[in-house]
Nanobody, 127 residues
């Protein structure tokens, strides 16, 4: 069983920045596709960003492209989400996800393509 633990959420003013971290308990997760999703109150979970096994391929939702950056350090089994120019509509619980099945070139945007999930971390952006 793989455990994913997110951290770094909090309250920030619009225009501010936050950095989320996701630490995986299993060292083999260094070879897995990882992603960030978010869910706002009353809304469905949505894809935010994904990163390939070697970190060379990334995929972003249109709403965050140019503002958010996903990265990973395989030696530390950690995936990051650097969030800049935050907007109130970015307010949500952010979840880290890991894909354990066969790899793909582009990180999938569907939550059904991921096998393990973290408990989530709250991000609140005030206007």
């Amino acid at each position: 069983q793989v455990q994913l633990v997110e951290s770094g959420g909090g309250l920030v003013q619009a225009g501010g920045s936050l950095r989320l971290s996701c630490a995986a308990s299993d060292r083999t997760s260094t070879t897995r596709i990882m992603a960030w999703f978010r869910q706002a109150p009353g809304k469905e979970r949505e894809f935010v960003a994904g990163i390939s096994r070697n970190g060379r391929n990334t995929n972003y939702a249109g709403s965050v492209k140019g503002r958010f950056t996903i990265s990973r350090t395989n030696a530390q089994n950690t995936v990051y989400l650097q969030m800049e120019s935050l907007k109130p509509e970015d307010t949500a619980v952010y979840y880290c996800a890991a894909r354990w099945r066969y790899s793909t070139v582009t990180p999938p945007a569907s939550g059904n393509e991921y096998d393990y999930w973290g408990q989530g971390t709250q991000v609140t952006v005030s206007s």
